[in-house]
């Protein structure tokens, strides 16, 4: 089959798992940021930056370096469980420390009467860990479409249980505060019910994949293992820097922002910002989506397609119309905002500006990713380590020095800055050790062309309704004309390629 169809194929079936389960997510943006204060919603998006960074502490890049053994191990199966013993062993002990350090831990977070959001949390962390190898496992398998079916059934079970606890427990309260409907509600404790829901959410997938965990055979190769761990370790310190670039700006906000004079709660203040910035950020869930739903199926496919001879220019093609859909999701996020900002309450769209911000720094990382190829394949992991750390460096920098000025503007450059000089560092490294002819002169076409097309809407259209409406049309249409003139040709070639 056609290389880049298979993996458009598998993008589109992995869409499924990653656009569903995502938009599901981002519907209760909308219902948080229209139920909760900003201070609470401020608390949700510092929870879940720790957790998404834990997280890939105990997934310490693992599921790569299953893909990558189980290519080179007679037996896949063999990879799979040392794997998965090795996930589970250490995703137990964290939660047992945290446990046993909880009132500590909850203090130095400043959360010291609500230490059940941490234990939450961290029993949400361990067990993502653990099911993640196995839903690696079924993409290893190219079982996408039961991937994708639990993905599915899991975040439903999640968005359902937050419109109980959080909407209908709410209204059913203020009508009848004896209903049975209420056995496990108390008032005012949203942050705990979302984190609740995810914890069953959570459970839930354990339970669906233990079928597949019993019929696997549990063995665990101390020497394989060796193996994997020393591949793992520099994707660990990349994992932990691309977190800190990811997820640090709002870990440490809290201790970085300047607080205005008058302000009479200044801890109120701080996580009402901070809760604007998070939901300001996720209006680039598009491009988010469609970054994780290729890296889904992007993973496996390279290092499948590493044996074919004309591997290179695969991987050049996959760059470009990587980049083009991201551009297409750029434009259509920017250029369409007057609509886009309903998706968060009122009282939060004061962040709406730093949006183009997000989405190009989430394309800069899209490349990045892209561009790693180069040293997954050649077992320099090593490089992809120091890089990150880098960016981390540059992120924490950024972050100490405007975010006291700016505020969550300040994060945003952060962001910004941090994955534009990974991308840009990567790419010159890569050309020594593994050289890909990508068709710099039509990317930077469009790059040209995407910057263009946003200047001249946001400072040449008027802003009036209906013109501004036809004109942010017009210009996406002239985009995605310009982009079939020129590729028109290597579409032709791209689908007779074998």
């Not at 949700?44 to 080179?72: D, P, Q, W």
């Not at 405007?402 to 800055?417: I, K, T």
């Not at 840009?424 to 790059?447: A, C, E, H, N, Q």
Request: with cysteine.
């Amino acid at each position: 089959m056609n290389p880049l169809k298979q993996l458009a194929g598998q993008t589109a079936v992995y869409g499924m798992a990653t656009i569903i389960p995502r938009l599901l997510n981002f519907l209760l943006v909308p219902f948080y940021t229209r139920l909760m204060l900003e201070s609470e919603y401020g608390v949700v998006t510092e929870l879940y930056a720790y957790m998404a960074t834990f997280f890939v502490i105990l997934l310490y890049g693992m599921e790569t370096t299953f893909f990558r053994y189980a290519e080179k191990e007679k037996d896949p199966t063999k990879v799979f469980s040392t794997s998965l013993i090795s996930i589970f062993s250490t995703s137990f002990l964290f939660f047992i420390l945290i446990w046993v350090f909880i009132q500590p831990i909850s203090v130095s977070l400043e959360y010291p009467n609500h230490s059940s959001y941490i234990l939450l949390a961290a029993g949400i962390v361990a067990i993502d860990a653990f099911t993640a190898i196995q839903f690696a496992y079924l993409r290893k398998q190219n079982k996408a479409f039961r991937f994708s079916i639990i993905k599915i059934v899991i975040v439903g079970v999640n968005v359902l249980l937050n419109i109980y606890f959080i909407l209908l427990c709410d209204l059913i309260y203020a009508k009848n505060p004896d209903s049975m409907w209420l056995i496990f509600y108390q008032p005012d404790m949203k942050v705990t019910y979302i984190l609740i829901s995810n914890l069953i959410a959570s459970t839930l997938g354990v339970m669906i994949l233990l079928p597949q965990l019993l019929k696997t055979k549990m063995i665990f190769d101390t020497q394989l293992i060796r193996k994997m761990l020393k591949y793992t370790f520099p994707l660990l310190v990349v994992g932990i820097a691309g977190m800190i670039n990811e997820q640090a700006d709002k870990i440490i906000f809290k201790y970085l922002a300047t607080i205005p004079a008058g302000v009479k709660d200044p801890n109120q203040y701080i996580l009402s910002q901070l809760g604007i910035y998070g939901a300001s950020y996720k209006l680039a869930v598009l491009m988010v989506i469609f970054i994780q739903m290729f890296r889904y199926a992007a993973e496996p496919f390279f290092f499948a397609q590493s044996k074919d001879l004309n591997a290179k220019k695969i991987y050049a093609d996959v760059m470009k119309y990587f980049i083009i859909f991201c551009f297409f999701i750029f434009l259509g996020v920017i250029l369409f905002m007057d609509v886009v900002q309903y998706l968060i309450g009122k009282n939060y769209r004061e962040g709406l500006f730093i949006v183009p911000l997000i989405l190009f720094s989430y394309l800069f990382q899209g490349i990045f990713y892209n561009l790693s190829i180069w040293y997954k394949l050649n077992d320099l992991t090593k490089y992809g380590a120091y890089i990150a750390i880098g960016g981390s460096v540059i992120t924490i920098l950024a972050n100490i020095v405007l975010v006291p000025r700016y505020s969550y503007l300040g994060a945003a450059w952060g962001h910004f800055l941090c994955y534009l000089l990974m991308m840009v560092v990567s790419w010159l490294i890569g050309r020594k050790f593994y050289t890909v002819p990508y068709d710099m002169k039509r990317i930077g076409l469009y790059f040209a062309l995407t910057i263009v097309i946003y200047f001249v809407f946001s400072y040449f259209v008027p802003d009036s309704g209906a013109i501004k409406y036809v004109s942010a049309t017009l210009l996406f249409i002239s985009f995605a004309v310009i982009t079939f003139i020129l590729e028109r040709n290597n579409f032709k070639t791209v689908g007779d390629r074998r």
